[in-house]
């Protein structure tokens, strides 16, 4: 017996705009790809955030085993079910007293910590006022927020000053990174602390490239302003740079952390950070405690490569902490440039539009403390050999 024809509307395929999306990404030399890693590798790796390279520390990674075999592999549920154990807790004591905060709440990643804190804190009639360069998950952050958002100029507190003050008597929180993940420059956190203090703004800061790399032992860069701890201000982190672990955290007063645990959904609706996670982000914050001259290395190293970039010519941003930015002369050439380091023994990161959000594509090294002197000479001299003309 004969099939009745199928209707038209059955042959059509709802995915192939993804394809033409896909074209136009080949097209303006934007196409991504996953790079599955060995355990095990030859090649200099300066494309992580392992800035203290505590990542395979023996203590860290011993900690993170032991807890994953007595507490289990996962945290087996949110942290208001079943997902908060004693290393939760314990974490979050240590963070707090490290950075110089009354409380912290732990989360499975740095990004969700900052959905958290900008859902929580901003919400419907506030004002956020954001830097053009914050990143991606302050942006998302926003948008969640339901709040109005004003983007102001980077790193800009004169911009930051006159858009509150055009709000006046309204709730605000102004949110900046410390550390810009693409350049690696700094907020001028001072300046903008003082904006927000004028007004009676709240300050949000992302601390995830300042922890373990600025401020007295590595405390943060809010520590290093002095404004770790002061009123109206909040920090959230990562345990995923620095701290060579996974997750991440809110810093701040004790009710701001409380009303995220009664309100901010991206905690009550996720399960909780994994133990060993936990575990290997308290063993670095001991090792922290116990070499507090590993930032002071890791920003050396940063300042060396920066330097070697310079004299021979490159256009590299100056580092304020442990990222070092190069340019290239277009996202191919950064693509080409990448791979030709990698080629050579050399791991970098390779930042094109959207990433970045002028539109200039980098190469993109993070310096790391344990990194010999040697490896900083050979590293910079594989990035100069294989750059591209122009």
């Known amino acids: 017996m004969a099939q009745a024809p199928r209707d038209p509307v059955d042959r059509i395929d709802p ?7 896909a074209r136009h990404r080949a097209r303006a030399g934007l196409v991504r790809t996953l790079r599955p890693r060995e355990a095990a590798s030859e090649l200099l790796d300066l494309a992580g955030n392992d800035y203290l390279g505590l990542t395979r520390r023996p ?23 079943t997902g908060s154990t004693r290393l939760h807790a314990e974490l979050e004591r240590e963070l707090a007293a490290f950075c110089g905060f009354e409380a912290a709440l732990v ?27 914050n990143h991606a998950s302050i942006v998302d952050g926003c948008r969640l927020a339901r709040a109005e958002t004003a983007v102001v100029p980077h790193a800009d507190p004169d911009a930051v000053h006159k858009t509150l003050q055009a709000h006046p008597g309204r709730r605000a929180l102004v949110v900046t990174d410390s550390v810009f993940s693409v350049d690696g420059d700094a907020a001028p956190l001072a300046a903008i602390a003082g904006a927000c203090r004028e007004v009676g703004a709240a300050l949000l800061v992302d601390d995830a490239h300042g922890l373990g790399v600025l401020g007295n032992g590595g405390r943060g860069a ?49 399960t909780g950070l994994a133990p060993a996670a936990a575990a290997g982000a308290l063993a670095s914050l001991g090792v922290l405690r116990r070499e507090p001259h590993l930032p ?15 004299e021979a010519g490159l256009t590299a941003a100056r580092p304020d902490a442990a990222v070092v930015s190069v340019r290239a002369p277009s996202p191919e050439a950064a693509v080409q440039w990448a791979a030709d380091c990698r080629a050579a023994g050399l791991l970098v990161g390779c930042f094109r539009p959207p990433s970045v959000p002028d539109g200039v594509s980098r190469l993109r090294l993070t310096a790391r403390a344990d990194l010999t002197d ?17």
């Not at 002071?296 to 310079?310: G, K, S, Y």
């Not at 040697?374 to 122009?390: D, F, S």
């Open 59 to 81: 203590e860290v990674a011993r900690a993170a085993a032991d807890a994953a075999l007595r507490w289990g592999a996962g945290a087996t549920g949110s942290r208001l079910v």
């Open 296 to 310: 002071a290395r890791a920003r050396a190293v940063a300042t060396e490569l920066h330097r070697r970039f310079t």
């Open 15 to 21: 995915f192939d705009w993804i394809d033409e999306e």
């Open 374 to 390: 040697r490896q900083v000479a050979a590293a910079a001299g594989i990035v100069l050999a294989t750059a591209p003309p122009g």
């Open 107 to 133: 989360l499975s990643s740095g990004y969700a910590a900052n959905l958290a804190a900008l859902t929580a804190l901003a919400g419907r009639g506030a004002l956020v006022v954001s830097d053009a360069a």
């Open 222 to 270: 809010l520590y290093a302003a002095g404004l770790a701890g002061a009123a109206g201000i909040v920090a959230t982190v990562t345990l995923s740079k620095s701290l060579g672990s996974q997750g991440g955290a809110v810093l701040g007063p004790a009710r701001v952390v409380e009303h995220l645990v009664n309100t901010a959904r991206p905690f009550i609706f996720d």
